[in-house]
DNA sequence: CTAGTGACTGTTT
DNA sequence: AAAACAGCCACTA
């Protein structure tokens, strides 16, 4: 397979569960800045045995970009990050300043309030 | 080789 | 807020 697909895959796979990324930031982290969009093609072409988690790579908006012709896999993209308690506001949208994943900052529950 | 396309993003209307 | 534009670059026809 193609090596640059296998940098995707890695980052991808250090995403912590509860957490989203996006794909420029994955492209920037795989060392491949402004290559938001080969992300998108490493995760279409993903190899069926590979088991990453491709559901908690979203767009810069915070929203499940949209692939060609598909309603279904939106859906089942959300069930599966609203598992692990990633919440979809109101509109459809991830607030990426709560769950997005900055290495830097401390991974781990969010502590409610107080 | 040229053109079109896209699981994208940031800026500008 | 939403749509259009302009960069972006591997892949396919």
Redesign the pocket.
């Known amino acids: 397979m ?1 090596p ?1 697909h296998q940098r995707f895959y890695e980052v991808i796979a250090r995403i912590p569960k509860g957490r989203v990324a ?3 930031q994955i492209a920037a982290m795989a060392g491949l800045p ?8 490493a ?2 072409s ?1 190899p069926e045995g590979l088991e990453i988690p ?1 559901q908690r ?1 979203v ?3 915070g929203t499940v ?4 012709g598909l309603g279904w ?1 939106e859906g089942y ?1 959300r069930h599966l990050l609203e598992e692990e308690g990633v919440v979809f506001n109101a ?1 459809g949208r991830i607030d990426l300043e709560r769950f997005g994943w900055d290495p830097d900052r401390r991974p781990g529950p969010r502590r409610r309030k107080s």
């Open positions: 193609n640059l996006t794909y420029g402004r290559r938001a969009r080969m992300v998108g093609q995760l279409r993903t491709w790579v767009n810069a908006q970009s949209p692939r060609a896999e993209q509109r």
